[in-house]
């Protein structure tokens, strides 16, 4: 459909259809949930050692997997 500014759009039956074609995004992680896994990376290691900052990313990254936590 022509728009204001001489592009043409598509229609909303094909954003619809575009849209339920596409699988949704995975909901972001919490705060929370990213600091229990990363608080259990730590607790894995005996408690000692590591970087607290090392251990967040790996959670977000776990977390954040299309597949879940593995």
Do not use: K
Not at 10 to 35: G, N, Y
Not at 45 to 62: C, I, N, Q, T
């Amino acid at each position: 459909m022509p728009h204001f500014c001489g592009r043409t759009h598509s229609t909303r039956v094909d954003r619809v259809r575009l849209l339920d074609d596409e699988p949704a995004p995975p909901p972001s992680p919490s705060h929370e949930q990213i600091a229990a896994l990363a608080y259990s990376h730590w607790e894995a290691r005996g408690r000692h050692g590591g970087s607290p900052l090392e251990d967040w990313l790996r959670a977000e990254r776990e977390l954040t997997r299309p597949n879940g936590r593995q």
